[in-house]
Structures are given as structure tokens and as C-alpha cells.
């Protein structure tokens, strides 16, 4: 017999789902360590997130945003945020 510490936030989350198809977090772990045994592996692929450039050039931006948010527009609705929008893509086609 052995103890595994389990995230208290996902315990709560899941024992629900498990408790609809029958089984108790004792035998999913146990489930989990046979599929570690027969696949000679974690049972799914285990990835490092990839970001398009455009969306590393959003990640850099959002950085830079939260150092100086000072030097960058903020608005108090949706409306405001919109017309901002509407009129930066306006005079990008008049340039």
C-alpha cells in the first residue's frame, strides 16, 4: 500500500466524474499505473506548448503591457475599446 498526495482542487473535480462510472480514486490511480505498465509509458503524449510567431509577438506584447502599462491605451468599455479599434484600422489604410 502506498500514499499519493493529490491536488485537493482536482480531487474535488474529478471524484464526482468518478463516482458516475463506479470507481473510487484508489482504483483510477491503479487504472493510470497499469496503463504506465502496458503502454512502457505515460498512457498520452506529453508535449512543450508551441506558439506560432504571431502569438509569441502577443506573449511579448502582453510582457511589455504589464511592465509599463502606463504607456499603453486603456479604456473603460467595450464601446470606447471598438472605436479606438476602428479608427486605427481606418487611418492604417489612409496611410
Do not use: W
Not at 500514499?3 to 462510472?21: A, S
Amino acid at each position: 500500500m502506498s500514499t499519493v498526495r493529490v491536488n485537493d482542487n482536482i480531487k474535488k473535480e474529478v471524484l464526482p466524474i468518478l463516482d458516475d462510472l463506479g470507481i473510487s480514486l484508489s482504483e483510477a490511480i491503479n487504472m493510470f499505473l497499469h496503463q504506465i505498465k502496458l503502454n512502457n509509458g505515460i498512457p498520452f503524449n506529453l508535449k512543450c506548448p508551441t506558439f506560432s510567431d504571431e502569438m509569441k509577438e502577443a506573449l511579448k506584447e502582453s510582457e511589455e503591457i504589464m511592465k509599463k502599462p502606463d504607456a499603453y491605451p486603456s479604456f473603460s468599455s467595450v464601446e470606447e475599446f471598438m472605436e479606438d479599434l476602428h479608427n486605427e484600422i481606418r487611418d492604417k489604410k489612409n496611410q
